[in-house]
DNA sequence: ATGAAAGCGCTAACAG
DNA sequence: CTGTTAGCGCTTTCAT
């Protein structure tokens, strides 16, 4: 169907090499006479004819596509940091192929290593793992790629994060300010690096205020289960403690689910209870009008990770090998209440 | 880096062909003895051999890979119907190169010319334009592909859409129930039949209620400037129509706007207005317990377009052409109230 | 039971 | 200015 280099070489009875030279816009270049360029790119367009970037990509070694793992692409948070690297990485003339790992370390090994068969030059990874081999594995392989989200503090590699300690801290600073004096924390995964800082943002702050610890009122749900687990979970918090006003929720997830707990079981939600979570969520913040939130600069973290990791790629594609000069990032959240 | 089929063969004495036959898995049916089997996946591991699918590809001529197209991964929407496309294509063994079109023919045009280009083996599209010259020359290169969300009538294509009127009709009908009688329609993209659909069901719904239809209350905005749009439309539409009692949202995205501005300008805002829309977006139905919504079976719909895409490749891939049988799916909403 | 060789469609060093 | 040739890594027909 598709017509290649060589139909178009035969029927012009040119050799491979010419047409490709053209074609790819090495014309000029490679001092190929206007008048057999123009003859080229006419037949080339009255053929129809179409590239095969599979073809180019195993000769030339590089596929001009990048692969994407994150938990899930239902999530707003990662989709909206998808579009950003799928942004860029257009303007760059990349394509990405994303990937969800389900939170699961074991389906999160087989995409990468999927991926790398595939070919793809980098990778944009928001890490599972506690503590990954196969990540250290890439580092020794000198395979491009960055972390965003989470990371790996002991190992040296590109990331993108954001002050997760800081974030916390601001805002339930401005929950305590309104004169909150009980405010759990709902959060999840918390061996990951990331929920520790911000756990310990909202412990700085509720001991900047003179405020004790108190390690009752620290639930953690399961991601994968949370509606069923946050009913069970909150109904007996709120029992046990019925004059908590106030929550901090490490990621907006609990945060939806809770306020819908608390809408059903309560009133004057607002009133009674002060609230602070990480990351915006369109309908949360007119639904409680006292939330503070912490919002993720998300089209940065995506341009970033994108940005750096083509210029990884780039680099590495031309031989330029600066090594080990890996660059971290840590973006600001903005504060909003 | 990578080690090849070569330096394996090389390093074992044999020949390509034969490591081909048992790293492929066909050691068996090719009758390659049981030593020389064990000895080449020994070795293999050893060496820490991964197979270059690109190569793998451009031989077989295919990529295992579909191409995905929407207006934009960032809208839940699509982030959740890409989600289950996602799974269908990792259960049958594809990933997704996923693209935004933003809405934007040229984008589209371009992209889906650089998928091919990649020789995807098929493409999922939810396609922008109103007639598309693209769509047909690919039903002519008979390159697999579906539709969803949007689609042309008169064309010959796969497809998997819902039940728009219907499902506008049922959730409008159930605000007329509510005794609502002046209820206006916020709309986008009406040159879209899915966007005519819905408005017909809303037009039955109050022609049968035999309330008449008043074109000031239908209200178009611009999806891409939407927020500022609708901040000014809505202000004129409420002042010359204070009477409004309901209204009928034709996406989601214009939902959660709508409601957010009339929580910032009225006072018992669910006891004044009634609601309806297409599109379940999780907070919403909290912030406006009274809002009729048709649900979208957005697995299914990426569930199915994948697997009918698979299909059709795999038949095609097999010799297996069944001329033009194109499959049209029309999933039900689900209605919540 | 295994191998030689051509081919997928493109690039690029080298020749002339 | 243009062509020859080998090669990217894998598959597959046809020999042996």
């Given at each position: 169907?598709?017509?290649?280099?060589?139909?178009?070489?035969?029927?012009?009875?040119?050799?491979?090499?010419?047409?490709?030279?053209?074609?790819?816009?090495?014309?000029?270049?490679?001092?190929?006479?206007?008048?057999?360029?123009?003859?080229?790119?006419?037949?080339?367009?009255?053929?129809?004819?179409?590239?095969?970037?599979?073809?180019?990509?195993?000769?030339?070694?590089?596929?001009?596509?990048?692969?994407?793992?994150?938990?899930?692409?239902?999530?707003?948070?990662?989709?909206?940091?998808?579009?950003?690297?799928?942004?860029?990485?257009?303007?760059?003339?990349?394509?990405?192929?994303?990937?969800?790992?389900?939170?699961?370390?074991?389906?999160?090994?087989?995409?990468?290593?999927?991926?790398?068969?595939?070919?793809v030059d980098g990778l944009i990874i928001a890490p599972t793992k506690k503590n990954d081999n196969q990540i250290k594995q890439l580092i020794v392989e000198k395979y491009p790629f960055?972390?965003?989200?989470?990371?790996?503090?002991?190992?040296?590699?590109?990331?993108?994060?954001?002050?997760?300690?800081?974030?916390?801290?601001?805002?339930?600073?401005?929950?305590?300010?309104?004169?909150?004096?009980?405010?759990?924390?709902?959060?999840?995964?918390?061996?990951?690096?990331?929920?520790?800082?911000?756990?310990?943002?909202?412990?700085?702050?509720?001991?900047?205020?003179?405020?004790?610890?108190d390690e009752n009122l620290l639930i953690e749900v399961n991601v994968t289960d949370y509606e069923n687990e946050l009913n069970k979970v909150l109904y007996e918090l709120l029992s046990?403690?019925?004059?908590?006003?106030?929550?901090?929720?490490?990621?907006?997830?609990?945060?939806?689910?809770?306020?819908?707990?608390?809408?059903?079981?309560?009133?004057?939600?607002?009133?009674?209870?002060?609230?602070?979570?990480?990351?915006?969520?369109?309908?949360?913040?007119?639904?409680?009008?006292?939330?503070?939130?912490?919002?993720?600069?998300v089209q940065e973290i995506g341009q970033m990770a994108a940005s750096i990791l083509i210029e990884e790629i780039t680099m590495k594609q031309e031989g330029i090998i600066k090594e080990?000069?890996?660059?971290?990032?840590?973006?600001?959240?903005?504060?909003?209440?």
């Amino acid at each position: 169907m598709g017509c290649s280099l060589k139909d178009i070489a035969e029927d012009l009875k040119l050799s491979k090499t010419t047409v490709s030279w053209v074609l790819s816009g090495n014309g000029n270049r490679r001092n190929i006479s206007i008048e057999t360029q123009e003859l080229v790119k006419k037949r080339a367009r009255e053929m129809n004819y179409e590239p095969n970037l599979l073809a180019k990509s195993l000769s030339k070694g590089i596929t001009h596509t990048l692969g994407l793992i994150i938990p899930s692409i239902s999530d707003l948070f990662y989709a909206q940091i998808a579009k950003a690297i799928e942004l860029e990485a257009w303007k760059n003339n990349f394509s990405v192929i994303f990937c969800s790992s389900e939170s699961d370390p074991q389906k999160e090994f087989d995409l990468i290593r999927m991926l790398k068969q595939k070919q793809v030059d980098g990778l944009i990874i928001a890490p599972t793992k506690k503590n990954d081999n196969q990540i250290k594995q890439l580092i020794v392989e000198k395979y491009p790629f960055v972390l965003f989200d989470r990371y790996y503090p002991n190992l040296n590699t590109n990331y993108v994060i954001i002050n997760n300690e800081e974030s916390a801290y601001n805002v339930v600073k401005r929950v305590i300010a309104e004169g909150r004096r009980k405010i759990a924390i709902i959060t999840t995964n918390s061996y990951l690096l990331l929920m520790k800082m911000r756990y310990n943002g909202y412990k700085k702050a509720l001991e900047e205020a003179g405020i004790k610890v108190d390690e009752n009122l620290l639930i953690e749900v399961n991601v994968t289960d949370y509606e069923n687990e946050l009913n069970k979970v909150l109904y007996e918090l709120l029992s046990h403690y019925p004059d908590i006003d106030g929550f901090f929720f490490t990621t907006h997830i609990l945060a939806i689910e809770t306020i819908k707990y608390l809408y059903k079981h309560f009133d004057n939600v607002t009133k009674r209870f002060g609230f602070a979570c990480m990351h915006e969520e369109p309908l949360l913040h007119v639904l409680a009008p006292n939330l503070k939130i912490a919002r993720m600069p998300v089209q940065e973290i995506g341009q970033m990770a994108a940005s750096i990791l083509i210029e990884e790629i780039t680099m590495k594609q031309e031989g330029i090998i600066k090594e080990s000069e890996k660059v971290g990032i840590v973006l600001k959240s903005t504060i909003i209440e």
